[in-house]
Each structure stands twice: as structure tokens, then as C-alpha cells.
């Protein structure tokens, strides 16, 4: 089992920035990818960005250069920190670990943290 507990989400106004943080604890497999997800009101889950053990990224087209991820894979943490801040980007923010390849093991999610963007 993984648990993954995240923090660092609030309101902003547009323009701001937040760092969202998303440790994981318990039997974490060596090779593995974390990612945040988002999920607007009536809308479905979709990745932001995405950060696999040796440093290789992908992000949502929506977020280029505004977001970065990154990992200390010494404290199982990964890290978003989001710039340029739209109300747009407004939703709860989800930590998930994905083993890598990933048909090695089951995926976890974290409870999902809010970001409140205001215009």
C-alpha cells in the first residue's frame, strides 16, 4: 500500500502563484511515475503534469510554461508549482503513483487538494 498526502492548495487571485506539495509513504515501488490531476466542477479528471524516477515530464498543453513539476525522490515527494495562476485552473488537485511500466502494480490517488482561482 502507498498513501499519498498533499497540501499547498487556497485561493489566489488571477495572476498569483501556489505550490503544491504530495508525499508518499508505505511500499513505494522503486521505478515509478507521480502525477497531478485536476477535476473541475462537471467536468472529468485530466492530467496536468507528470514526473516519472529519472526526470522525464509531460504537462497538459494548458499549463506550459506556467507550471512546473518536479520530485526529491529522496522524500517521495513531488512538487507543482504553478505561476501565472487563471481562474480557469480552478479544481481540486489530485496527487496519484503510478508504478513504472504500470501493469507492475496498482495505482494510488491522494484525497485531492482545492485551488481557487478568483478573477
Known amino acids: 500500500q502507498v498513501q499519498l498526502v498533499e497540501s499547498g492548495g487556497g485561493l489566489v487571485q488571477a495572476g498569483g502563484s501556489l505550490r503544491l506539495s504530495c508525499a508518499a509513504s508505505?511500499?513505494?515501488?522503486?521505478?515509478?511515475?507521480m502525477g497531478w490531476y485536476r477535476q473541475a466542477p462537471g467536468k472529468q479528471r485530466e492530467l496536468v503534469a507528470r514526473?516519472?524516477?529519472?526526470?522525464?515530464?509531460n504537462y497538459a498543453d494548458s499549463v506550459k510554461g506556467r507550471f512546473t513539476i518536479s520530485r526529491d525522490n529522496a522524500k517521495n515527494t513531488v512538487y507543482l508549482q504553478m505561476n501565472s495562476l487563471k481562474p480557469e485552473d480552478t479544481a481540486v488537485y489530485y496527487c496519484?503513483?503510478?508504478?513504472?511500466?504500470?501493469?507492475?502494480?496498482?495505482?494510488?490517488w491522494g484525497q485531492g487538494t482545492q485551488v481557487t482561482v478568483s478573477s
Open positions: 514526473i516519472i524516477t529519472s526526470g522525464s515530464t
Open positions: 508505505g511500499s513505494i515501488p522503486r521505478f515509478n511515475a
Open positions: 496519484k503513483l503510478d508504478p513504472v511500466p504500470e501493469i507492475l502494480g496498482p495505482a494510488y
